[in-house]
């Protein structure tokens, strides 16, 4: 409303105290005042943060046509539903993490894990059947992924509940209706997502569980975001095998990515060895430290590549300096993807893809 993002009646009340706003109140047609708070539109970030830690769902709903030319009340929508898993803003990111949101299929053949960061449009997917020890297998792998949000079906909370995976977790764990996973839905939302194409061209052929949480995922995201999401162009299956599972007390006794007592990355193993140039190896530092490897040729590998560079310092540093001028592509791309990037994003594409093409004529690639 003008210049302000109002909330009533019991939103009002709720928010006022959660944000410390003052509860005012406005003239509605009822015999009482209809409760009321709000804040600045340019401000909104923030307080939407505050709200989204603490575990709310945002909706966003704004003027959906032009004041000059509408008779009465503009019409207004919601245009965009804001959850701990499905955040996009730069000033609501940390940089160095990925903002996971994940979904759990659960049924008495297996289950299923799919998980998204919608800001960098990476998706993957992976499932278990006929584990023997499911709900280990379930917890210690949610572990890993250090979702902010977890979607779940009914039988997963008949059979496990929501307890356990909020302690070890942390995330915020939100049941759905059995009808998003449905053959028939989770197929259209995959469809929907990347067209017209069979589960065999997925890599999803056979993996029935993979579609059924895969599905429910892309439709819980198309239902949030209100748009197509762009940014997602392929996923990722793995086998859960391949890396080594590490769990909560493993990661935090062992110090990987957070100290032990003050829960800060300086002291931690991750503190210590990340001294990346930008923030997508970061991200994807973090995640091997969360995901160790457990294929011998692909350790190799990567102990290859260090060999290298390190027998080449030259080519070491041009590469340190080139990455120090390189923007977050993954993110940068994602808001573009979604439409909300502004004129500030697409000088940095440009100037950063310029940079990043100098450098590598200069290393000589």
């Given amino acids: 409303l003008g210049d302000f993002y109002e909330m009533f009646f019991d939103d009002a009340k709720m928010v006022s105290k959660e944000l410390e706003l003052t509860l005012t109140g406005r003239n509605c047609g009822l015999e009482e005042r209809a409760p009321m708070c709000g804040v600045p539109f340019h401000s909104a970030d923030t307080y939407i943060a505050k709200l989204v830690e603490k575990g709310y769902k945002v909706a966003i ?3 959906v046509e032009d004041p000059a030319t509408s008779k009465g009340i503009v019409d207004r929508d919601v245009i965009r539903i804001i959850t701990p898993g499905t955040v996009t803003s730069q000033t609501m990111l940390n940089e160095k993490e990925n903002n996971y949101l994940a979904s759990v299929y659960v049924d008495k053949q297996g289950m299923s894990i799919s998980y998204c960061d919608i800001s960098t449009g990476e998706l993957y997917t992976t ?6 020890n499911l709900y280990e297998t379930i917890l210690n792998e949610l572990v890993k992924i250090d979702a902010k949000e977890i979607i779940v079906n009914d039988e997963f909370m008949e059979r496990f509940g929501d307890d356990d995976i909020k302690v070890v977790t942390g995330g915020y ?20 997502q ?46 859960m ?71 080449q310092p030259l080519l070491e540093n041009n590469l340190r300096e080139a990455l120090k001028e390189i923007y977050d592509f993954e993110r940068l791309t994602g808001r ?7 004129g500030k994003d697409m000088i940095a594409l440009k100037d950063g893809a310029e940079i990043g093409r100098m450098r590598i004529e200069s290393i000589g690639g």
């Fill in 61 to 63: 709903c704004e003027q």
């Fill in 127 to 132: 499932e278990e059947i006929d584990s023997l």
């Fill in 173 to 192: 764990i939100f049941p759905l209706n059995n009808a998003y996973y449905t053959k028939k839905a989770t197929e259209d939302a995959i469809k929907a």
């Fill in 194 to 239: 990347f067209g017209s194409v069979s589960m065999t061209s997925l890599g999803l052929a056979g993996r029935d569980h993979c579609i059924l949480s895969l599905g429910a995922l892309l439709a819980y995201l198309l239902e949030t975001q209100k748009q197509s999401l762009k940014q997602i162009t392929r996923c990722s299956f793995y086998e």
């Fill in 241 to 311: 095998g391949k890396h080594m599972s590490l769990d909560k007390a493993t990661l935090r006794n062992l110090e990987i990515t957070e100290t032990l007592y003050e829960k800060r990355v300086q002291g931690s193993l991750l503190g210590v060895l990340d001294k990346t140039g930008t923030a997508m190896g970061s991200r994807k530092l973090k995640q091997w430290l969360r995901e160790p490897l457990n294929n011998a040729a692909e350790i190799n590998w990567r102990l290859d590549a260090v060999e290298e560079l390190t027998q």
């Fill in 336 to 342: 573009i993807a979604s439409g909300n990037a502004n």
